[in-house]
């Protein structure tokens, strides 16, 4: 096996939206000034002009940060909230697909920011392992997107599509009876969201220590690349952000110059080289966040540097981990002040 396992840890239950919406506190005006929200925590919008993805006030990392200051932890509480203050990905759960892109991208538009959402629900996902299963068949899959394409409507939103999807059918671990349907269920969902007004998506394109582009670029043209806006580079794991935009500058060649973006959440420290190597991608020590989410990057080939991969969610039951997804306090701790 070439490459990572586990994309990121899909999250276990359908979201609650309600708390989403509670951002009265963020309107339109003065757009680049930071906006609080309503959490305890007072989690305040980035500088549109720097980062113009939604931060969520309301996650589980500012949740954390409410929690460390009522229990009177300041140091913890400044530390997660450098994760808090930060744009994540919004992992879209098989269940009410519609209402959850509904809320997100509504609350992201009257913040007047872009919601940033991940798709993690394809066929056989994650080859059974730690973040295994997904929709049910192709069939519940197209309803699925289609349920997600309805919610985001015509509001903004840029969206990370199936993580592991094509590496999975690269690297042999997917077997061959489902990578025709793969690429059918790719192309369709490419197709229905880049139908819509103001969403921009990027095909998940594996990571810079799985392999060669070689190996995968007719993946990627097969799945329907030319349609979407880009790929997506190191969504779940750790390589550096300079080896990532070499990763990324190669396969962009092969196919149309596409441009690309990178999960830097958790890259500050670069890869794990200890322990298992076939499970180094998987809650591994000594790790640190990488680079703040922006637009303004290194290479004009990378749209973003953003945290797809939410810093502080279990990548599975690891290293002593909970469930792929969840919350580990103890972890998010750690990437905070390794990033010092």
Same mark, same amino acid.
Request: charged share 25%.
């Given at each position: 096996?070439?490459?990572?396992?586990?994309?990121?840890?899909?999250?276990?239950?359908?979201?609650?939206?309600?708390?989403?919406?509670?951002?009265?506190?963020?309107?339109?005006? &003065?757009?680049?000034?930071p906006k609080p929200g309503d959490?305890?925590?007072?989690?305040? %919008? %980035? @500088?549109?002009?720097? *980062?113009?993805?939604?931060?969520?006030?309301?996650?589980?990392? *500012?949740?954390?940060?409410?929690?460390?200051?009522?229990?009177?932890?300041?140091?913890?509480?400044?530390?997660?909230r450098k994760i808090a203050q %930060?744009?994540?990905?919004?992992?879209?759960? @098989?269940?009410?697909?519609?209402?959850?892109?509904?809320?997100?991208?509504?609350?992201?538009?009257?913040?007047?920011?872009?919601?940033?959402? $991940?798709?993690?629900?394809?066929?056989?996902?994650?080859?059974?392992?730690?973040?295994?299963?997904?929709?049910?068949? /192709?069939?519940?899959?197209?309803?699925?997107? &289609?349920?997600?394409?309805?919610?985001?409507?015509?509001?903004?939103?840029?969206?990370?599509?199936?993580? &592991?999807?094509?590496?999975?059918? $690269?690297?042999?671990?997917?077997?061959?009876?489902?990578?025709?349907?793969?690429?059918?269920?790719?192309?369709?969902?490419?197709?229905?969201?880049?139908?819509?007004?103001?969403?921009?998506?990027?095909?998940?394109?594996?990571?810079?220590?799985?392999?060669?582009?070689?190996?995968?670029?007719?993946?990627?043209?097969?799945?329907?690349?030319?349609?979407?806006?880009?790929?997506?580079?190191?969504?779940?794991?750790?390589?550096?952000t300079e080896d990532s935009i070499?990763?990324?500058?190669?396969?962009?060649?092969?196919?149309?110059?596409?441009?690309?973006?990178?999960?830097?959440?958790?890259?500050?420290?670069?890869?794990?080289?200890?322990?298992?190597?076939?499970?180094?991608?998987?809650?591994?020590?000594?790790?640190?966040? /990488?680079?703040?989410?922006?637009?303004?990057?290194?290479?004009?080939?990378?749209?973003?540097?953003?945290? $797809?991969?939410?810093? /502080?969610?279990?990548?599975?039951?690891?290293?002593?981990?909970?469930?792929?997804?969840?919350?580990?306090?103890?972890?998010?701790?750690?990437?905070?002040?390794?990033?010092?």
């Amino acid at each position: 096996m070439f490459g990572s396992r586990g994309a990121a840890g899909v999250r276990a239950s359908a979201v609650v939206l309600g708390a989403a919406l509670l951002i009265a506190g963020c309107s339109s005006g &003065d757009k680049d000034e930071p906006k609080p929200g309503d959490a305890g925590a007072g989690i305040a %919008q %980035q @500088p549109k002009n720097r *980062a113009p993805f939604w931060v969520n006030p309301d996650g589980k990392a *500012a949740e954390q940060v409410a929690a460390y200051d009522e229990g009177g932890k300041e140091a913890e509480a400044e530390q997660i909230r450098k994760i808090a203050q %930060q744009p994540t990905g919004e992992w879209i759960s @098989p269940e009410n697909p519609e209402e959850q892109a509904r809320g997100f991208t509504e609350a992201a538009a009257k913040a007047d920011r872009t919601a940033l959402l $991940v798709l993690y629900n394809i066929p056989h996902r994650d080859c059974g392992q730690y973040s295994g299963g997904g929709a049910a068949d /192709g069939n519940a899959y197209r309803a699925w997107i &289609d349920g997600v394409a309805e919610g985001i409507g015509d509001r903004p939103a840029t969206v990370v599509l199936e993580p &592991d999807a094509i590496l999975h059918l $690269v690297d042999g671990c997917t077997p061959d009876e489902y990578h025709e349907e793969r690429y059918d269920l790719l192309k369709y969902a490419i197709g229905k969201l880049k139908s819509l007004k103001a969403t921009k998506v990027y095909l998940d394109a594996g990571n810079a220590g799985w392999g060669h582009p070689d190996q995968i670029f007719e993946p990627l043209q097969w799945a329907g690349i030319a349609r979407a806006d880009g790929f997506s580079v190191n969504v779940s794991n750790f390589y550096s952000t300079e080896d990532s935009i070499a990763y990324g500058k190669q396969l962009s060649a092969k196919v149309g110059d596409k441009p690309f973006v990178i999960d830097t959440s958790r890259n500050g420290n670069g890869p794990y080289t200890g322990g298992d190597p076939g499970e180094r991608w998987c809650n591994p020590p000594g790790r640190a966040l /990488g680079e703040t989410p922006t637009t303004k990057t290194a290479d004009p080939l990378v749209d973003a540097y953003l945290w $797809v991969k939410r810093p /502080g969610e279990s990548d599975g039951e690891c290293k002593g981990g909970p469930k792929a997804g969840e919350w580990w306090p103890e972890y998010a701790l750690k990437l905070a002040q390794g990033s010092e």
